[in-house]
């Protein structure tokens, strides 16, 4: 799938640190991105090894994006994990891409509660297949079993973004190797081929950013 934002990236050169001046409010919200995390930003993350990789991802995110390789960011409670994948999400959209976060939970619960039209779900599985990146947040959450077919829809998306060759950032607090305990074979095969682990232990952020 073409996109603009691989044109752009190709005519462009990465800044580390991540400069965030372009990306407005109205773009974050358009996005999905809860309003706590529209200032995060990687400079706000203190030196680490989990830091590393990902403004190692970021300086070659035009390759990472068209290649369809993501980040499976995962650790325990309150260790930032949300804040790293946004922070993601936003050089993205600075660079020119289209972006979208999504919760899990948020997700399965619009379609197994009914909260959405059928015009709104197709508007939000539209979304989810074809922006440049997606950040699934909170994976393990939600609530579904779904090996028992609970996380059908979630499968989907899955499997859309693996056949688009679209990269996903998801962000859980399971650790890979439990992932085949909770999710079906095909998710866990589909996270297995196109992501880089990250492992965030510990809440590397300055005071207030989780």
């Known amino acids: 799938m073409g996109c603009a934002l691989r044109g752009n990236l190709m005519r462009q050169t990465i800044v580390s640190p991540i400069r965030l001046t372009k990306v407005t409010r109205v773009a974050l919200h ?25 403004i190692s991802y970021l300086q070659t995110v ?11 960011i995962y650790g325990g409670f309150e260790t930032g994990k949300t804040s790293a994948a946004v922070a993601v999400l936003k050089e993205v959209l600075r660079r020119g891409g289209t972006v979208y ?21 197709e508007l939000v599985r539209n979304r989810l297949q074809k922006v440049d990146l997606l950040v699934l947040d909170d994976l393990g959450a939600e609530g579904f079993d779904a090996k028992k077919g609970g996380g059908a829809e979630l499968e989907g998306v899955f499997r859309d973004r693996y056949d688009r060759k679209l990269p996903l950032v998801v962000t859980s607090n399971y650790a890979p190797d439990k992932l085949a305990t909770v999710y079906t074979e095909a998710i866990v095969n589909i996270i297995r081929r196109t992501v880089a682990v990250v492992n965030v232990s510990t809440n590397q952020w300055v005071e207030g950013v989780k």
């Not at 358009?30 to 990902?54: D, F, I, N, T």
């Not at 035009?62 to 499976?72: A, E, M, N, P, S």
């Open 30 to 54: 358009a996005a999905g991105v809860p309003e706590r995390y529209w200032k995060v930003s990687l400079k706000q993350m203190e030196k680490s090894s989990h830091k590393k990789k990902l």
């Open 62 to 72: 035009h390759t990472q994006i068209d290649r369809g390789k993501g980040l499976y």
């Open 101 to 121: 976060f999504m919760r899990v939970r948020h997700l399965l619960r619009a379609v197994y509660d009914n909260e959405e039209t059928a015009d709104g779900l």
